[in-house]
Nanobody, 122 residues
Framework: VQLQASGGGSVQAGGSLRLSCAAS????????TGWFRQDPGKEREFVAV????????RYADSVKGRFTISRDNAKNTVYLEMNSLKPEDTAVYYC????????????????WGQGTQVTVSS
C-alpha cells in the first residue's frame, strides 16, 4: 500500500488542522492506519491508530482529547483532526499502515508515507 499525507501547515497555539492520508495499491480496508510524528533531534513518536473498519482507535496520552483519528474506506483515506494545538505538537507527521492493529503504543507498521510539516507557534 502506498500512502500520501497532506494538510500540514502553520497555525497559532489553540488552532486546528486536519491531516489527510490517501492510500493506493492494495485493499485499504485490510489495514490498520495511523500517525506518528517526529521533531528534529527527537525519536519518532506514536500519535494515533485506527483499526480496519474504524470501530476502534488508540491515542498517545499527549494528544488524547485533542486529536481525533477517523477513516473513510470508500475514499481510501485516513484523517487526523487536531484541535487545541500546542507548540509542542510541532513536528513532521507521518501516516502509516499495517495489517496488525497492535496494542497500546506498540504499533510497528510496515508501510509509511512521506511526512507533512505541522508548525504551531505560541
Amino acid at each position: 500500500v502506498q500512502l500520501q499525507a497532506s494538510g500540514g501547515g502553520s497555525v497559532q497555539a489553540g488552532g486546528s488542522l486536519r491531516l489527510s492520508c490517501a492510500a493506493s495499491g492494495r485493499t485499504f480496508s485490510s489495514y490498520a492506519t495511523g500517525w506518528f510524528r517526529q521533531d528534529p533531534g527527537k525519536e519518532r513518536e506514536f500519535v494515533a491508530v485506527i483499526n480496519r473498519n474504524g470501530g476502534a482507535a488508540r491515542y498517545a496520552d499527549s494528544v488524547k482529547g485533542r486529536f481525533t483519528i477517523s477513516r473513510d474506506n470508500a475514499k481510501n483515506t485516513v484523517y487526523l483532526e487536531m484541535n487545541s494545538l500546542k507548540p509542542e505538537d510541532t513536528a513532521v507527521y507521518y501516516c502509516a499502515a499495517d495489517l496488525q492493529y497492535g496494542y497500546g503504543s506498540r504499533w510497528y507498521p510496515d508501510y509509511w508515507g512521506q511526512g507533512t510539516q505541522v508548525t504551531v507557534s505560541s
